[in-house]
């Protein structure tokens, strides 16, 4: 079992920061990539930014520049440093990981519960 426990959303006003956190636990022998989607009420959820354990980073061409994602392979964490934030940014944010488990035949994709982001004046 590996569980994604989100964090760090909330209500800010435009212009403001909020940093996401998210933390993987369980039987986990290795983690290839994590990642942040979010998804706006009624739609799919769309990546905007990933971390690889190889130490390379993906961003949305909607959040390059504001956003900056970090991951700590040996924590099995995964961060979010959102600035300037934008009405558009307002959406559920879920954390993504694709991990080895210990003892496992394969990788597994695994999605946290999501955190809410609202961004308004």
């Known amino acids: 079992q590996v569980q994604l426990v989100e964090s760090g959303g909330g209500l800010v006003q435009p212009g403001g920061s909020l940093r996401l956190s998210c933390a993987a636990s369980g039987n986990i022998a290795h983690i290839n990539t994590m990642g942040w989607y979010r998804q706006y009420p009624g739609k799919g959820r769309d990546l905007i930014a990933r971390?690889?354990?190889?130490?390379?980073?993906h961003y949305a061409d909607s959040v390059k520049g504001r956003f900056t994602v970090s991951m700590d392979n040996a924590k099995s964490t995964l961060n979010l440093q959102m600035n300037s934030l934008r009405p558009e940014d307002t959406a559920l944010y879920h954390c993504?990981?694709?991990?080895?488990?210990?003892?496992?035949?394969?990788?597994?994709?695994?999605w946290g519960h999501g955190t809410q982001v609202t961004v308004s004046s």
């Open positions: 971390a690889a354990s190889d130490g390379s980073t």
């Open positions: 993504n990981a694709v991990v080895w488990p210990t003892r496992g035949t394969r990788w597994f994709d695994t």
